[in-house]
């Protein structure tokens, strides 16, 4: 079955760091590019990062710039987002995203989900 | 930095028709997609390429954009389509990223 997991979230304090992970089953995850998108609680859908199919680009939102890394690890077939420095206003649900095409796909939007992984940040 | 602006809430009589705007500058120009998001349920993608459907989705939903405005459109609306709605679309200037909308609550009358 073709699915996103993620993992990795958590109650983190400000300032801190840490890491979450998206495995893919079912397909190769180098042959998309891939995104990270985030929802605070009641609020609305925040992309955060791409992650080019051959891994050479990344794109990330003024919001995270500079405190957050997008990277994959081909062997895993897993997509991560390392976050530093975490803030209040990190507090969300994250998911990564697929698009339906392998290959560039800006226009296509996200037809694959994973269920997201929960990080609250708070002291 | 670029923004996608829809209306807060949108309210339909179940059988009846419902129109979701999405604005923003020259978004004609740029491709939208749209999502339905059921609470504690991951987004859905309805519509990508402003007018064309994945498959499995009802041909009640469809999409159009033009000038500074993509619309969703969903014909005869059932109970089951009460969700949050997001449009989405990908800009390039000054730098790229995603755009998402702020979002509109569907409800089902």
């Known amino acids: 079955e073709v699915q996103l997991a993620e993992s990795g979230g958590g109650l983190v304090q400000p300032g801190g760091s840490l890491r979450l992970s998206c495995v893919a089953s079912g397909f190769t995850l180098r042959s998309y590019e891939m995104n990270w998108v985030r929802q605070a609680p009641g609020k609305g859908l925040e992309w955060v990062s791409y992650l080019s199919s051959s891994g050479g680009t990344m794109y990330y939102a003024d919001s995270v710039k500079g405190r957050v890394t997008i990277s994959r690890d081909n062997v895993k077939n897993a997509l991560y987002l390392q976050m530093n420095s975490v803030r209040a206003e990190d507090t969300a649900v994250y998911y990564c995203a697929r698009p339906p095409h392998s290959g560039y796909s800006a226009y296509d939007g996200f037809d694959l989900w994973g269920q997201g992984t929960k990080v609250i940040v708070s002291s | ?109």
């Open chain 2, 1 to 109: 930095s670029y923004e996608l602006t829809q209306p807060p809430s949108v309210s339909v009589f179940s059988g009846q028709t419902a129109s979701i705007s999405c604005s923003g500058d020259e978004l004609g120009r740029k491709h939208a997609s749209w999502y339905q998001q059921k609470p504690g349920q991951s987004p859905v993608l309805v519509i990508y390429q402003s007018t064309k459907r994945p498959s499995g989705i009802p041909a009640r939903f469809s999409g159009s954009n033009s000038g500074n405005t993509a619309t969703l459109t969903i014909s005869g609306t059932q109970v089951t389509d009460e969700a949050d709605y997001y449009c989405q679309a990908w800009d390039t200037s000054p730098g790229n990223s995603y755009v998402f909308g702020t979002g509109t609550k569907v409800t089902v009358l």
